[in-house]
Nanobody, 123 residues
Framework: QVQLVESGGGLVQPGGSLRLSCAAS????????IGWFRQAPGKEREGVSC????????YYAESVKGRFTISRDSAKSTVYLEMNSLKPEDTAVYYC????????????????WGQGTQVTVSS
């Protein structure tokens, strides 16, 4: 049974940092693409980043390039999203998602999802 559990969200001031974790179980992590998405109230779910070790692929949305870093610790079955220089516009519920088919900016292509973790960037 595929399970994804996000953690690490919280309240930070603009310019601050957070590291989100996505703990995976029930599937071979390295055979799946793991994407991070976010959704703010009233807005569509937005692709943020993705990692797919099978083809040594990483992707970042233009809005987070240079500020966010995705990484994977296969031994811990965990994918991380290090978020730096956070802006109020980054406020959203962040979700991780897994799919064996590879990375996509479209959430509808991901098979499995975590429950989300809230990130709030505010003074």
């Amino acid at each position: 049974q595929v399970q994804l559990v996000e953690s690490g969200g919280g309240l930070v001031q603009p310019g601050g940092s957070l590291r989100l974790s996505c703990a995976a179980s029930g599937f071979p992590l390295d055979d799946y693409a793991i994407g991070w998405f976010r959704q703010a109230p009233g807005k569509e779910r937005e692709g943020v980043s993705c990692i797919y070790n099978k083809f040594d692929v990483t992707y970042y949305a233009e809005s987070v390039k240079g500020r966010f870093t995705i990484s994977r610790d296969s031994a811990k079955s965990t994918v991380y999203l290090e978020m730096n220089s956070l802006k109020p516009e980054d406020t959203a519920v962040y979700y991780c998602a897994a799919d064996p088919g590879g990375c996509s900016i479209y959430s509808r292509y991901f098979r499995s999802w975590g429950q989300g973790t809230q990130v709030t960037v505010s003074s």
